[in-house]
């Protein structure tokens, strides 16, 4: 059974720094595209961060570009989101997804397999 498990959210103020992880079991991840979206209350999920197979590449949003950095480990089967001076617009719950044997990385939902349950981002002001 595939399975992502987010981790790492929590409540912060304006400038600080989190690191989210997505964990994943039942398949291998190398075989993924992997992806962070993010869904703010009374607003539609949205993309923020995407990585190729092997990480050569990566795809942000404009508004996280600078701040945030996707990276993931294949060989335990993780990806992480580092996000860095973070503002009160950066408050969602943040989901990871992946997309089996991809060429490119998409930033629509609809093209990605597999969703965690996600964690909440909470950044004061």
């Known amino acids: 059974q595939v399975q992502l498990v987010e981790s790492g959210g929590g409540l912060v103020q304006a400038g600080d720094s989190l690191r989210l992880s997505c964990a994943a079991s039942?398949?291998?991840?190398?075989?993924?595209?992997m992806a962070w979206f993010r869904q703010a209350p009374g607003k539609e999920r949205e993309f923020v961060a995407g990585?190729?197979?092997?990480?050569?590449?990566?795809l942000y949003a404009d508004s996280v570009k600078g701040r945030f950095t996707i990276s993931r480990d294949n060989a335990k089967n993780t990806v992480h989101l580092e996000m860095n001076a973070l503002k009160p617009e950066d408050t969602a719950v943040y989901h990871c997804?992946?997309?089996?044997?991809?060429?490119?990385?998409?930033?629509?939902?609809?093209?990605?397999?597999?969703w965690g349950q996600g964690t909440q981002v909470t950044v004061s002001s």
């Open positions: 997804a992946s997309e089996r044997n991809s060429v490119v990385i998409s930033t629509t939902q609809r093209e990605y397999d597999y």
């Open positions: 990585i190729s197979l092997s990480g050569a590449r990566t």
């Open positions: 039942g398949h291998i991840l190398s075989y993924y595209v």
